[in-house]
């Protein structure tokens, strides 16, 4: 055999075993028979593949009464909690850490202030961070990896920063180095996009395969889910959706560009529009409140004209923009994210309308519009990245290639 058609064999061998993995982890406690049906593999190859995972600890054998009596069956269910991984949030001022088990668990947390640095003590301090974090577990820790998130644009396949909004960190081969510091695989990923992911596999939108994730806070961002994917391109971020333009007389956003959906609608835009109105005399009750998206979001619920028109305002951009997405996507499910959120009773039904204006019947008829459930767990896209490098086979072998 060739070296090429040697890395084929080894090759198929992964693939073979993330699917038998997969079916394992969607549809367990499930019988080697039954695995081997759905599988289209034969029977000894189940048998083997199942064994590896066995003697690895990745899945167990439970004996179970068959559905049809008599004999007791054996089946097979993934061991999750056994496993851990540490997910790093590289947020805009602070770097948040969070210990979980592979099935979901935080176990530990942590959130430090992270000032902006030069590329080195900025690379050193977020590896001393790191390590300080695991070495700080008082219990016993079978680390499988290290996922990071952050803004910007990553590209997942070198496990590079494309940019970061906050630190200089554009082409630093980030994976690289922190594995060879920590020991570990690192997976890389944008923070909207791995939260999209986050809610296929655990949350909002685990029942549909297609779906749209909107977030909506310092910037706006959104990740598409096309057939319980993120949909990329060869590994770079894809749908920008802060930077379509909504309004062409529009202030300047950060990129260059006018009247983005980012500076019309992100969180410190809503409240400048609010402090506008004020200055200019509109009556309203956010005159003797601190101007926050809370009680911006309240005033408007409680029927305060002024938070009224900001968040109307908003709704039909955000309809505006996300219309794109429905024709293009043809989604199943829009998800929100966003403090904006507290308000949906009243956003949600605009933002509804707007998209209804702007995209196919067929595609909008019936379309939910709902919270994305992890609002507040920054670290949650890392428990994604890692639980998809498991079902996709690269880190299930690099778990194998270790015991
Ligand atoms: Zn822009």
């Known amino acids: 055999m060739t070296r090429g058609q040697i890395a084929n064999v080894d090759l198929i061998k992964q693939v073979n075993c993330a699917a038998v993995y997969r079916l394992i982890d969607s549809q367990g406690p499930i019988s080697r028979v039954k695995i081997a049906e759905l599988s289209h593999l034969a029977a000894a190859s189940v048998t083997k593949i199942t064994r590896t995972l066995i003697e690895c600890g990745l899945i167990r054998e439970m004996a179970h009464q068959a559905s049809t009596g008599g004999r007791r069956a054996i089946s097979l269910t993934t061991v999750t909690h056994a496993f851990h991984l540490v997910s790093v949030k590289l947020g805009r001022e602070e770097l948040q850490l969070c210990l979980y088990s592979l099935d979901g668990q935080v176990l530990a947390r942590q959130i430090h202030d992270f000032p902006h640095q030069d590329r080195t003590a900025l690379l050193d301090s977020l590896i001393a961070h790191i390590s300080d974090f695991i070495d700080g577990q008082r219990r016993e820790l079978t680390l499988v990896a290290i ?126 529009q609010a402090g506008r109105m004020l200055e200019q005399g509109f009556d309203s009750r956010l005159k003797n409140q601190p101007l926050t998206m809370a009680n911006l979001c309240q005033a408007a619920l409680d029927g305060d004209r002024l938070a009224r028109d900001v968040l109307e305002r908003a709704a ?43 995209s196919l019947p067929s595609f909008h008829q019936d379309l939910p519009i709902v ?8 670290t949650i896209g890392g428990l994604a990245l890692v639980k998809r490098a498991l079902l996709e086979g690269e880190l299930l072998q690099l778990i194998i290639e270790s015991r």
């Open 371 to 378: 919270k994305a459930h992890f609002q507040d767990e920054q």
């Open 316 to 358: 039909e951009y955000l309809g505006q923009a996300l219309a794109i997405m429905v024709n293009l996507f043809n989604p199943q499910k829009i998800l929100l994210a966003g403090e904006l959120c507290a308000a949906d009773s009243l956003l949600f039904p605009l933002i509804g309308r707007a998209i209804a204006h702007q």
């Open 147 to 272: 996922a990071l998130t952050m803004p910007g644009l990553t590209d997942a396949v070198h496990g590079q920063v494309i940019y970061h909004p906050s630190f200089p960190l554009a082409d630093v081969p980030l994976a690289r180095l922190l594995k060879e510091a920590l020991g570990l695989p690192v997976f890389i990923g944008n923070d909207v996009r791995t939260q999209a992911l986050a809610e296929h596999y655990f949350g909002a939108s685990r029942d549909c395969l297609d779906s749209v994730l909107i977030s909506v806070r310092h910037g706006v961002g959104a990740g598409i889910i096309t057939e319980g994917r993120i949909f990329r391109s060869l590994g770079r971020d894809v749908a920008e959706i802060g930077h379509i333009r909504v309004d062409a007389l529009g202030d300047r956003c950060h990129c260059g560009n006018f009247g983005c959906l980012e500076t019309m609608v992100a969180d410190a835009a809503l409240l400048k």
